[in-house]
């Protein structure tokens, strides 16, 4: 076998590292083909869960609360404990803001009481709920 020279051992490397590139560009096709056919008939279930599953579901499992003519209701033992302890302003904003997902402005004027002072009720809202929370935990 006769030795090669720089250039034709060049010239064999050069196509050596054509064909990987090709072979990984075709593979890398292949995945996407295969890709497309299999999002084209799978139907992801967490669509579909609710109809599929079944949760029993009992009115002593929950804790209700009202806000205006919303009932809500809480599953979380330590939660439901909590809330009666706040006063009827505090529960009843917190209620609304962190569950019916009003804005400060619309308690506020629901309420007759400054934004600013719905912040405050919330803010004293969640560190009493905190505390008995935590002091619920703890034991």
Known sequence: MSKKTAFEQEEIENRFVSFCKTVIR????????????????????????????MCDCYETDYVKFYADDFVILIENESL??????????????????????????????????????????????LVALRKMMKEDYNG
């Not at 292949?30 to 299999?38: A, G, K």
């Not at 803001?97 to 912040?119: P, Q, R, T």
Request: glycine share 2%.
């Open 80 to 125: 439901s404990q909590a809330m009666p302890k706040l006063t009827d302003r505090q529960r009843e904003v917190v209620l609304r803001y962190f569950l019916l997902n009003e804005k400060d402005a619309e308690i506020a004027k629901n309420f007759g009481i400054s934004a600013k002072m719905v912040g405050k009720h919330r803010a004293k809202a």
């Open 26 to 53: 075709n593979e890398l096709f292949d995945v996407y083909r295969e890709e497309n056919r299999y999002a084209e008939v799978f139907v992801p279930l967490d669509i579909h869960i609710d109809a599929l599953s």
